[in-house]
């Protein structure tokens, strides 16, 4: 049976209206957002669309202007101290110490995040065994790689085996083979009964770990749903036909228009569609451009990317305001 | 749903420490964190001891043949004053490291944690008094090797001593405020001199306040570098002790009061 004061804590993070301002900068303009249990759900966006401000103020860094959120059923502003008592978080730039050693921070955090003494060293050992830093534990940080500087960043978000997990842009600049482990490591905590709430720039990480995804624009979550639901509004395949002038790819909007559902876009000597059924379409595309007499020069068919994704939900392409760079100049000011 | 709801109770391995225990054990444990620092980064310590050394040298034997001082050597005169000018000079490095822990994203890992909100500062400020304690310790080796001497004994060397430590920890909480605002190791580098120099020059620490114009003095005879710096040379050359040694002590609790809460709420509203 539940103890009552549980049944509050049904959702891992319920976020309602959450607003801040920068400065002139509304870095979130009324943002809701629900993780359930045990899942993984991704804040997916351009640089500035308020990715980082929403971790920030779901991990009491930062209090919200208004609205509020609850992390593991505690209020972020009110009772953040035992919001701090189930959270791990791993931000942008992997903040370790660089002059102590990978084992030397792990029991750091490890004593800071109030694991009983006995506890410490055993629990950074098994964390630097499981990111495989286990060679590298006695060298100062400084000399560890990029990859292995964010592996130990995350390893310092798990010392206290935290139900919930926030991670701001976890792969962003590692390699492939780095984000492979750090996706397959994440999928396991979670397999593990961890939630987590992660942010990311790449369609393709929120496509391959979330169950649900928000895609944030401005502040605000324009688009909410599972992977699938949200490619489905824009097909899975992307062409993209390039011609030598303006004038046939004005044309060739109004050739290719008919075979695809969605209006193709045109921008300058290039345009693109979209399609859930790719091959298909291409033949058909590239017959009738033959048949109007027109030839493309360059052809591209792809995946869809977070810019198409944009492109279809808003019409525009992803290049808001900084907002992380407007914090971060507002910080220094201060 | 309930065996999900059941990981909303913390893990079973964290243990609940009442707010002083865990105060005093968090402040441990970045003090220790901090002195690692003047291990692995050896130029860290060289900067803070090598640099008191040479100025001891420089004044002894460079300005020291052209200063002299009614009543007392050069060298004892100089000591307690540069034992001042050393324990603000190092308060600069509480400056520099908090800024770059700012910038590093640093604390904000340890502002997301279940630990003490003082304990980042209190630890930072304490290594810097262990520091201290080192750094004060060998520049009196250095003094009595170029000639210092006490003239009233040993309690008054230690009272000067443990001075210097409380007004260097006063201090420090000054430049931690400094480094918490500013934000980046650079820009608190250029910030701390202009604020350092007029308090180290400007006073008692090196030449007598009435060799200065009337303006200045005014300003050199009250402000908390020179009254420490008397207060110092008081307890180990004799002399007006009380007096000085109140205003110091005055100073330093008062500093202490302003800054260290100062400090705290900078800390708490870091964006």
Known sequence: MLAPSLKAADSAVLAQGLRKRFGQTEAL????????????????????AGKTTAIRILTTLLRPDAGHAQVAGFDVVRDAAEVRYRIGLAGQNAAVDPNLTGAENLRLIGRLAQLPGRLVAPRADELLERFDLTDASNRPVRTYSGGMRRRLDVAAALVQHPPVLFLDEPTTGLDLHSRNELWATIRALVAEGTSVLLTTQYLEEADRLADRVAVVDRGVVIAEGTPAELKSRMGSTVIEIGFEHEASAVRSVDVVSRLVAGRPEREAASVRLTSDDGPRVLVDVLRSLDAAGLAPSTLSVRQPSLDDVFLALTGKRTAATDIGAVATLHRGES | ????????????????????????RDAIAVAGRNLIAYRRVPQLLV????QPVIFVLMFRYVFGGANSVPGFSYVDYLMPGIFVQTVVFGAMGTAIGLSADVKSGLLERFRALPMARSAVLAGRTLADLARNVFVVTLMAGVGFA????VHTGPLG?????????????????????VGLAVGDPETAQAAVFPLMAPLVFASSAFVPVNSMPNWLQVFANHQPVSVTASAARALVLGGDTASYLLQSVGWCAGILLVFAPLAVWRYRRLV
């Open chain 2, 157 to 177: 060397l230690l009272g000067a001593l443990l001075l210097l430590l409380l007004f260097g920890y006063a201090m420090s909480w000054v430049f931690a405020l």
């Open chain 1, 29 to 48: 303009a009324g943002v809701d957002l629900r993780v359930g249990w045990g899942t993984v759900y991704a804040l997916l966006g351009p640089n500035g």
């Open chain 2, 47 to 50: 900067f803070s001891t090598v």
């Open chain 2, 1 to 24: 749903m309930s065996a999900a709801v059941t990981v909303a109770i913390p893990a079973a391995d964290i243990q609940r420490r009442s707010p002083a225990v865990a105060a005093v």
């Open chain 2, 146 to 149: 170029v000639g210092f001497r």
